[in-house]
């Protein structure tokens, strides 16, 4: 807003999200990157690529949380709606049941700042969006999640190293490059040009 830069790209909910809590005014939503692979990102859980009945467990935890538990996540922290999740009864495979009985506790990684999705609040104690469905998740599948926060190259390399067992969030295609497996959408991203109201351009792509 200061006319410092000419634009900026960052996911719609969080341009919005802290453009409201900064009090910045004098800049708007001008249009999508035009790259089809960016426009549309699906985030997703990234777990070790040994753990593929992790996966089946945390799509079926994702699934047990009802569209009015979902709703009013996102509500506290975007007080908008959106049915991500469809609500069904959680119903684990023997095998499943064994797993989480041998492995009761993971780690997974993620970056200290991407408000509304996560934040560390001044007592270090992580919190936003992420964090209100994954404590769900927790409830559902009796599994503590414990999360590690660093930069997001530490991560990275901690979870391609094994050090942690996934990531809180990922893209795909980002999860695979480092040798993890992911479960479906847990919410889809849109990258988002923002630009003063009075820009004198229009950018349709980049």
Known sequence: SAGKVDAHIDFAAVGNFVARQQFITGINAIGLTGI?????????YGVRSDWPIFVSILEKGMARITT???????????GLSANLF???QLELTEK???????????????????????????NGNPSRILIDIYK?????????????IDD??????????????????????????????????????????FAKNDAPFEIKSV
């Open 36 to 44: 089809a692979e960016l426009d549309n990102t699906p985030l997703s």
């Open 86 to 88: 469809r609500g069904s």
């Open 152 to 193: 997001w190259p530490s991560i990275l390399q901690r979870a391609e190293a094994g050090e942690i067992d996934g990531l809180l969030v990922s893209a795909p295609a980002l999860a695979e490059s480092i040798g993890l497996i992911h479960t479906n959408f847990l919410i889809v991203g849109t990258p988002t040009i």
């Open 96 to 122: 499943e049941q064994s797993w989480i009985q041998e492995h009761p506790e993971i780690t997974l990684g993620f970056y200290p700042e991407m408000e509304p999705l996560l934040i560390v609040t001044e």
């Open 136 to 148: 769900e998740i927790e409830t559902i599948t009796g599994i503590a999640i414990h999360l590690e």
């Open 68 to 78: 009015k538990e979902d709703n009013q996540i996102r509500s506290k922290w975007l």
